[in-house]
Nanobody, 119 residues
Framework: QVQLVESGGGVVQAGGSLRLSCAASGTFFIINAMGWYRQAPGKQRELVARISLGGSTVYADSVKGRFTISRDNPKNTVYLEMNSLKLEDAAVYSC?????????????WGQGTQVTVSS
């Protein structure tokens, strides 16, 4: 099993910054891709950013140039640096990882952390 602990959410004014962290622990061989999704009230969950084991990244168009995803492999931790936050960035942000356990890749999700952007 893999446990994900997220931190860093909170309330920030529009234009401000926040940094989210998600640390994975448990018994696994390796963690492949790591990513962040978000879901705002009344909207579908959407991919925010994703990073491969090798460091390749994918971003939603809406956050390109403002958000940066990174990872610390020895710590099994993924980060999301969010700058120039907009009102529409407010959502519950959840991290996800693909962990290899017994030669099988499996997806795990964090509990989510609230990001509130005020005007």
């Amino acid at each position: 099993q893999v446990q994900l602990v997220e931190s860093g959410g909170g309330v920030v004014q529009a234009g401000g910054s926040l940094r989210l962290s998600c640390a994975a622990s448990g018994t696994f061989f390796i963690i492949n891709a790591m990513g962040w999704y978000r879901q705002a009230p009344g909207k579908q969950r959407e991919l925010v950013a994703r990073i491969s084991l090798g460091g390749s990244t994918v971003y939603a168009d809406s956050v390109k140039g403002r958000f940066t995803i990174s990872r610390d492999n020895p710590k099994n931790t993924v980060y999301l640096e969010m700058n120039s936050l907009k009102l529409e960035d407010a959502a519950v942000y959840s991290c996800t990882v693909e962990a290899v356990i017994a030669d099988r890749p499996r997806d795990y999700w964090g509990q989510g952390t609230q990001v509130t952007v005020s005007s």
